[in-house]
């Protein structure tokens, strides 16, 4: 456990008592205070009253459901969502309301894989706080490990050139662009080729295959893009420093 971890709180928004207390002992086993909110009624203004680190949120809720939550909360402030969903077949459709949650959960899911995913969220955060603390400081050494040059059409890994094809380019770069958002297949088409209309959703994963691999050949530890099962892709930045 490290410093940053002890300071974290954590909102749980979930009306089933029991998932909610099991959530709440990983995050306490994990270092991190937590509160639970068993309905969605009040469950914006009091996010917003306690300002908390992140924001882990059951869709169906009691009072107000937690997309509305989502919105509203979204709105107004840039805290971390983890959106729990019932049913995988309901994430697509989600994705594509755009409600600008960070992560998706599908129930039943292990509360390890949860607190391994809040913790990603958070780190990452930090990470990009310190980025823009050191590029303001002109620093380079310290910011991140891929760079995007949108001008050359260049991208580099470790200072390593990746030779990216025109399109392999434009996909690694909108998924830079938003790291830990996860786009679907069809929404990458649309968002990195909209000039291209003969791309189909199956031809991402060519894509995503072929970047992968350059990445490889680079460093081992270079897993940046991470496939979500019967979803798509996000973009992660490696934990190298833990
Ligand atoms: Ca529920």
């Known amino acids: 456990m490290n410093d940053h971890e002890k300071g974290w709180h954590i909102v749980i928004v979930e009306d089933e008592p029991s998932l909610a207390s099991i959530i709440q002992d990983y995050l306490t086993q994990a270092g991190m205070t937590s509160e639970i909110l068993n309905e969605g009624r009040h469950a914006v203004e009091r996010i917003l009253a ?6 882990v949120l059951d869709v ?9 939550i989502c919105r509203e909360v979204r709105a107004v402030s840039d805290v971390p969502i983890i959106l729990e969903t019932a049913r995988v077949e309901e994430l697509d459709r989600l994705l594509g309301l755009e409600l600008g949650a960070d992560d998706y959960v599908c129930k039943p899911f292990s509360p390890r894989e949860l607190v391994a995913r809040v913790k990603a969220i958070l780190r990452r955060q930090e990470r990009l706080l310190r980025q823009s603390q050191a590029e303001a400081q002109d620093d380079d050494t310290a910011a991140g490990y891929l760079r995007i040059d949108e001008e050359r059409w260049a991208a580099t ?4 050139d990746l030779s990216l094809t025109r399109r392999e380019f434009q996909l690694l770069a ?3 662009k938003r790291p830990g958002r996860v786009f679907s297949r069809a929404q990458l088409v649309e968002l ?3 000039d291209d209309s003969d791309v189909f959703d199956r031809v991402i994963d060519t894509h995503v295959k072929n970047i992968r691999t350059k990445l490889r050949k680079i460093s081992d530890e270079a897993d940046i893009i991470r496939s979500v099962y019967g979803v798509g892709y996000s973009y992660e930045e ?3 420093a833990s």
């Open 50 to 55: 306690v300002d908390p680190d992140l924001v």
């Open 60 to 68: 169906m809720l009691p009072g107000k459901d937690g997309l509305t």
């Open 157 to 160: 890994y470790m200072g390593k």
């Open 174 to 176: 909108l998924l830079f």
């Open 192 to 194: 990195a080729f909209p």
């Open 238 to 240: 490696p934990d190298l």
